[in-house]
């Protein structure tokens, strides 16, 4: 239904396992195997959230370590796909938007959570995703 397609999955572990039938690893290195090779079987792009974020589309990889604990709350994914969704939007390739989105979603955490502590909300990240654009703001 998904294979071919413009598609982009951001399963947590748990999701993970759900979708594809197994555990997305204990190491770094076997979620970067197993992200890889669930991205290039379905030809999508996958977005496995955790302690580490693991990006492929099957052919390249990209690992996101900005985050902070204080985003272990509900809401932060949702965020995330929202930041995704609009970047897919503009026309920007799902590996990039899916890199990009989750690198704008965990500074956007780190702002937060710098400003209020680890009791942050997913409506204080909202509040900081301008902040964070801000720097790589262009006028042409």
């Given at each position: 239904?998904?294979?071919?397609?413009?598609?982009?999955?951001?399963?947590?572990?748990?999701?993970?396992?759900?979708?594809?039938?197994?555990?997305?690893?204990?190491?770094?290195?076997?979620?970067?195997?197993?992200?890889?090779?669930?991205?290039?079987?379905?030809?999508?792009?996958?977005?496995?959230?955790?302690?580490?974020?693991?990006?492929?589309?099957?052919?390249?990889?990209?690992?996101?370590?900005?985050?902070?604990?204080?985003?272990?709350?509900?809401?932060?994914?949702?965020?995330?796909?929202?930041?995704?969704?609009?970047?897919?939007?503009?026309?920007?390739?799902?590996?990039?938007?899916?890199?990009?989105?989750?690198?704008?979603?965990?500074?956007?955490?780190?702002?937060?959570?710098?400003?209020?502590?680890?009791?942050?909300?997913?409506t204080d990240m909202?509040?900081?995703?301008?902040?964070?654009?801000?720097?790589?703001?262009?006028?042409?």
């Amino acid at each position: 239904m998904v294979k071919g397609r413009r598609v982009v999955v951001t399963p947590h572990a748990g999701e993970f396992k759900r979708l594809f039938g197994y555990d997305a690893g204990a190491s770094e290195q076997e979620r970067v195997m197993n992200v890889m090779k669930e991205a290039r079987q379905y030809n999508i792009t996958v977005l496995l959230k955790g302690w580490v974020d693991v990006i492929s589309n099957g052919f390249k990889v990209a690992i996101n370590r900005i985050h902070t604990c204080a985003m272990t709350v509900g809401g932060t994914g949702d965020i995330l796909s929202g930041l995704l969704a609009g970047l897919l939007a503009k026309g920007m390739e799902p590996f990039d938007a899916a890199v990009s989105s989750a690198y704008i979603n965990g500074s956007a955490g780190i702002n937060a959570y710098n400003r209020l502590g680890l009791h942050i909300m997913p409506t204080d990240m909202v509040d900081e995703i301008a902040y964070v654009m801000k720097r790589y703001d262009k006028i042409t």
